[in-house]
């Protein structure tokens, strides 16, 4: 099994640069991992998306609907989110240096993938793959 970021969950539901390598990794791999926020994270994309246009309100219901049956179907792995979680991000901004960009969300999805035991984490995020390092984990992204 493998963590993706929502950066990576989005591309396989539209059609951005890196899709196809994304879709190609979740594909060889069988099993992706994400947060249980990323579900959050990703239906907001959907509806930014939306919202700016880059979909259609078309494409919008379609992309639900493969969500759903992608859902039916365990596609996605969603794991907890605990307090003891947010307790280590907490703790991570503390002693976090001030050169280190770690937004809210990406501590969320690095002490996700810590404490459910993963090494690595793929995301096309510079933030979240270059803050990966604090958590002791490595960041991949797989889009040349």
């Given at each position: 099994m ?19 390598q ?24 959907f ?32 794991l ?16 976090l ?14 002490a ?12 096309n995020?510079g ?18």
């Amino acid at each position: 099994m493998i963590y993706f970021d929502t950066s990576y969950l989005a591309k396989c539901y539209l059609s951005e640069r890196g899709s196809s390598q994304v879709r190609e990794l979740a594909a060889s791999d069988g099993k992706v991992a994400c947060s249980a926020y990323g579900r959050i994270e990703l239906a907001s994309t959907f509806h930014r998306n939306l919202r700016q246009r880059t979909i259609t309100a078309s494409e919008f219901r379609l992309i639900w609907k493969q969500y759903d049956r992608d859902e039916e179907n365990r596609i996605w792995t969603w794991l907890s989110v605990s307090q003891e979680q947010l307790a280590d991000v907490v703790v991570c901004f503390r002693k976090l240096a001030p050169s280190v960009c770690l937004r809210s969300g990406d501590a969320l999805h690095l002490a996700c993938a810590v404490e459910h035991g993963f090494k690595k984490i793929y995301s096309n995020d510079g933030h979240l793959l270059a803050a990966a390092k604090v958590f002791k984990m490595k960041g991949i992204n797989v889009i040349p």
